[in-house]
């Protein structure tokens, strides 16, 4: 599986972003998908998570009632609409797969996109 995001950008506080990411390879096997974040010093964090039919989603509480996860499985696109950006959003926005690669047996693998960066200026 292959992913790569795209739609970071440099937004005033109060502004938004969408992000995207295109998965390309043995997207049949992707179980779930999700964003995560890692500001510089910190360590990564799940930002928001959506399942393979895109039926349930979760959400840090940092970024709840802000940020919208979805999918297109047609396109087999994921999406981060992030509104009412704040400064401590600044991060680099990493897209997550967690495939199945098991014939038998659950066996999941975590695959990363390269990252986008958001900035977010007060």
């Known amino acids: 599986v292959q992913l790569v995001e795209s739609g970071g950008g440099l937004v005033q506080a109060g502004g938004s972003l969408r992000l995207s990411c295109a998965a390309s390879?043995?997207?049949?096997?992707?179980?779930?998908m999700g964003w995560y974040r890692q500001a510089p010093g910190k360590q990564r964090e799940l930002v928001a998570a959506?399942?393979?039919?895109?039926?349930?989603?979760r959400y840090s509480d940092s970024v709840k009632g802000r940020f919208t996860i979805s999918r297109d499985n047609a396109e087999n696109t994921m999406y981060l609409q992030m509104n009412s950006l704040k400064p401590e959003d600044t991060a680099v926005y990493y897209c997550?797969?967690?495939?199945?690669?098991?014939?038998?047996?659950?066996?999941?693998?975590?695959?990363w996109g390269q990252g986008t960066q958001v900035t977010v200026s007060s």
């Open positions: 959506v399942t393979a039919g895109g039926s349930s989603t």
């Open positions: 997550n797969a967690r495939v199945d690669r098991g014939a038998i047996y659950v066996i999941l693998d975590d695959y």
């Open positions: 390879g043995s997207t049949v096997s992707i179980r779930s």
